[in-house]
């Protein structure tokens, strides 16, 4: 039966947990249905179906990194951490696994968990944490409001951020929002575009295109009759119809599918659409903006995202820098965050010593806000009132992941692999790197069968990853510093290449 997303009402906070392990998610649901109502999985495939289907997203998830099909590598854990921030940016994880080295346990933080409690745990002591972790999120919550939703930082790459945003404020036409995860979109889209705007009495809303089941996608955003499809039993106004005059946030509309980007690309044209099951076309008047961390122009070139919507979407583009770039402006979030959640738990803020603070400027947060914000809560949690040492705000931060990403901004061109991973490389038609390469490359084309370059630079992208997995036996970092790629990036690269054909 299809159903559309129905808003939230006052209720138990959703908990989803994810194990493999069936007597760990009953023992853990049974300990935890006092204070949640507690949903369970056990992979990342099934979790992802499960939160498509979900009327309302879970506010914490309890998540183990050593999932089917390599439940002894954490690789499925790291990744479903990422979709389901994707999914539900607000949503405070907290990792509960067995593999609980310290690498592990950083690159989780970083690429967003709120924390990570190794296995076994008291339970008592897991239930704290969760319910630390959603009043930061009540906290957070509460400054996604007009008065508060503001940008932090005075460097010069948030200075024309904001004279940017003040240019196209007030236009009535669509903007997107580019910027990698975890950098404040949603804070650009509310804050900036809409509340300093002179919309900002009309309506906001915002939707997460990557949150939504496919066959949900058209009556959640268009509407439907009564009778459309199985479960409408009334008619039912979609987010265009109810954002009126307002602002429609498209968060993730690079996960919109193919199918559903012609309808969209018609409204921007001439305002036009129609509810699902009726013919009777309506107007809309909702001024749209748009947000993604993919490159939608690759997205475009790979055949994934229609050209003319990307055109329609970028009549203004503004990109949010990662705060690997702005300088004190981590010191400004620091004392923002820290003040913020001091002042709302009623607890004294913690204090970094002079070392602490330059270890502080140093690192590039390769998680970004979203990132830094899970110290500040880690942080206040155990060192309230405290001063921190060097040493101590080390074991939060993920320094393999910080280095990955220092030598990625030097060198983001793919590094050759040394000689000896090219024997490790199988034949894919292409002879990288050898001066033959170009008459290879007209061999193949004069061929009389289909080609696709994007096969092939998948096959060759493949083969470099393999290779680079060869020789240092399965190391994911030492794979990626070899092949001058952040960790998250090698990981995203390797899922999506094992989607392709």
Wanted: net charge negative.
């Amino acid at each position: 039966m299809l159903e559309t997303p129905e808003r939230p009402t006052q209720q138990k906070p959703l908990l989803l947990i994810v194990d493999d392990d069936p007597l760990i998610t009953d023992t853990l649901g049974y300990s935890m249905q006092q204070a949640f109502e507690v949903i369970a999985s056990h992979s990342r495939t099934h979790c992802m179906q499960l939160m498509r289907e979900l009327r309302r997203p879970p506010e914490a998830a309890l998540i183990d990194l050593g999932l089917p099909p390599q439940p002894h590598r954490p690789d499925e854990g790291f990744a479903l951490i990422g979709e389901l921030l994707q999914n539900s940016p607000e949503m405070k994880i907290v990792v509960l696994s067995g593999q609980s080295d310290d690498s592990n346990a950083r690159h989780a933080r970083t690429i967003g968990a709120v924390d990570f409690v190794p296995k076994p745990c008291d339970p008592g002591d897991l239930l704290e944490t969760l319910r630390r972790a959603l009043t930061f999120r009540a906290v957070e919550a509460s400054q996604r409001t007009a008065a508060n939703a503001v940008l932090i930082g005075d460097s010069a790459p948030m200075q024309r951020l904001r004279i940017q945003l003040r240019q196209v404020a007030n236009s009535p036409f669509p903007v997107l929002i580019e910027g990698e995860s975890g950098s404040g979109k949603e804070i650009v889209a509310s804050g900036c575009l809409h509340w300093d705007s002179r919309r900002r009495e009309r309506p906001f809303l915002a939707i997460n295109c990557a949150a939504i089941s496919p066959t949900l996608v058209e009556p959640t955003l268009f509407g439907h009759a009564r009778g459309a499809f199985t479960g409408a039993a009334t008619a039912k106004a979609g987010y265009f119809e109810d954002a009126g005059d307002g602002t429609l946030f498209l968060d993730e509309i690079g996960e919109l599918p193919l199918e559903l980007q012609a309808k969209l690309l018609r409204v921007l044209e001439n305002g036009e659409y129609q509810r699902v099951g009726e013919t009777q076309k309506r107007l809309s008047r909702a001024r749209i903006v748009a947000a993604s961390n993919r490159d939608l122009r690759s997205e475009v070139r790979a055949g994934r995202f229609r050209a003319d919507l990307y055109h329609r979407l970028s009549v203004f583009s503004v990109s949010v820098p990662p705060l690997r770039e702005l300088g004190n402006d981590r010191l400004l979030l620091l004392d923002h965050f820290r003040q913020l959640y001091a002042a709302q738990t009623q607890q004294a803020p913690f204090r970094l010593d002079a070392a602490a603070e330059s270890l502080w400027l140093d690192y590039p947060f390769p998680g970004n806000v979203r990132e830094l914000r899970n110290i500040v809560i880690r942080l206040m949690a155990r060192h309230a009132g405290a001063q921190v040492s060097a040493s101590e705000l080390e074991s939060e931060l993920d320094l393999i992941a910080a280095t990955d990403s220092k030598e990625t901004a030097r060198a983001p061109v793919l590094a050759p692999l040394p000689v000896a991973a090219a024997t490790a490389l199988p034949a894919s038609g292409y002879d990288v790197g050898e001066p033959q390469a170009l008459a290879g490359a007209l061999r193949r084309l004069q061929q009389a069968e289909a080609f696709s370059l994007d096969h092939l630079l998948a096959d060759v992208e493949r083969n470099y990853i393999d290779a680079a997995l060869k020789l240092v036996n399965g190391n994911v970092s030492q794979a990626a510093r070899l092949l001058g790629l952040n960790r998250t990036t090698l990981y995203n690269r390797m899922e999506s290449l094992a989607k392709e054909p």
